[in-house]
């Protein structure tokens, strides 16, 4: 049974430029959220995805979006990179029939460096 | 708006003696769920147990339990028999109980995690 996975698991960009990263929910899965996290802090919420459709969002600007496909697979970009954009990008799955109980599941993270 | 608060960046603990970590919230809320993720030098961010907030009784997962105070809003998570592989950064994490609609479900709120050391 795979896990959540990601890719790319390391990323270095430069100022201005734009980004995408990719999540695969665990199998049987069918909602995907996504968090940033910045080195020593925990995890912020940057959005949800649910039936290919944003669901919820944190406080992120617009240069954050995102994407689902119909295998429920995820795409986070993130366009006109800043220097505070660098951090440990999670990706996290889940069952939306299990309601607020259900476990998220997160995957290895893809680290940016933004120089 | 909810919060989690961690007061203790880092902690240490011999092997095979007892921590516990503390972790505090804030909410208006009567019902919600809260969540201890462990997270390692792997960086993949591990559920280790959950207590929902109608349930008076402490959650228990072997060596790992929690002491749910509800109306202090305090959990903290004892770790027992400490490991080496206990090693990480601990995160408490608080979850509404509402439903959403769309079939969505709500984000987690973390806190800003403990480091805990385990020493041979």
């Known amino acids: 049974d ?16 734009q980004v995408t990263l990719r999540c695969s929910p665990k199998s049987g899965h069918d909602t995907v959220s996504w968090y940033q996290q910045a080195l020593g802090q925990g995890p912020q919420f940057i959005f949800q995805y649910y039936e290919e459709e944003e669901r919820q969002r944190g406080n ?6 995102g994407h689902q496909f119909p295998n429920y697979s995820s795409e986070l970009n993130v366009n006109a990179l800043l220097l505070g954009d660098s951090a440990l990008y999670l990706c ?3 069952l939306a029939a299990g309601g607020p109980r259900e476990t998220q599941y997160f995957g290895p993270g893809t680290r940016l460096l933004v120089l | 708006a909810q919060t989690v608060t961690q007061s203790q960046p ?9 921590v516990t970590l503390s972790c505090t919230y804030d909410t208006s809320e009567s019902d919600y769920y809260l969540f201890w993720y ?3 030098p792997s960086r993949q961010m591990i559920l280790v147990i959950r207590q ?5 009784q402490n959650a228990t997962e072997n060596r790992f339990s929690v002491n ?13 028999d400490s490991q080496l592989g206990d090693a990480a950064m601990y ?5 509404t109980h509402i439903f959403l609609s769309g079939g969505a479900t709500n984000k987690l709120i973390f806190g800003t995690g403990t480091l805990l050391a385990v020493q041979p």
């Open chain 2, 68 to 80: 749910f105070q509800k109306a202090a809003k305090s959990f903290s998570l004892k770790i027992s």
């Open chain 1, 92 to 94: 996290a799955s889940s």
């Open chain 2, 91 to 95: 995160f408490c994490a608080y979850r």
């Open chain 2, 38 to 40: 462990k997270q390692p």
């Open chain 2, 10 to 18: 880092e902690m240490s603990v011999q092997e095979a003696e007892t």
């Open chain 2, 52 to 56: 929902e907030a109608y349930k008076q």
């Open chain 1, 2 to 17: 795979a896990g959540v996975t990601q890719s790319p698991t390391h990323l270095i960009k430069t100022r201005g430029q």
């Open chain 1, 60 to 65: 992120f600007p617009d240069r954050f979006s």
